[in-house]
């Protein structure tokens, strides 16, 4: 059983950035594939990108507008969603979820999710 765990989140003012950090208690997450979704007060949750285990493939929801950068460490122990120029818009509870496999599937199936870290923007 993977257990994940996010971190970064906060209150940040429109324009600021914040970095959100993902991991696996007591594993690396090399061999899978990483999602980061959110959930806005009264929306649905959504994709916002996703990285693949093997090669490392990217995608990013069309609505991010290239402000938003996914990458993993040397180690492959940690993910990590770079947010710049963040609008109130972007309000919501961030999650990381996981699976193993290859491919990364924005707003797809993971087997694997974490608590959620909460990240508010406002002025």
């Known amino acids: 059983q993977l257990q994940l765990v996010e971190s970064g989140g906060g209150l940040v003012q429109p324009g600021g950035s914040l970095r959100l950090s993902c991991a696996a208690s007591?594993?690396?997450?090399?061999?899978?594939?990483i999602g980061w979704f959110r959930q806005a007060p009264g929306k649905e949750r959504e994709g916002v990108s996703c990285?693949?285990?093997?090669?490392?493939?990217?995608y990013y929801a069309r609505s991010l507008k290239g402000r938003f950068t996914i990458f993993r460490d040397g180690a492959k122990k940690w993910v990590y969603l770079q947010m710049n120029s963040l609008e109130p818009e972007d309000t919501g509870t961030y999650y990381c979820?996981?699976?193993?496999?290859?491919?990364?599937?924005?707003?797809?199936?993971?087997?694997?999710w974490g608590q959620g870290t909460q990240v508010t923007v406002s002025s």
């Open positions: 007591g594993a690396t997450l090399g061999d899978y594939a």
């Open positions: 990285i693949g285990s093997s090669d490392g493939t990217k």
């Open positions: 979820a996981a699976i193993r496999q290859a491919m990364c599937v924005m707003g797809g199936y993971y087997d694997y």
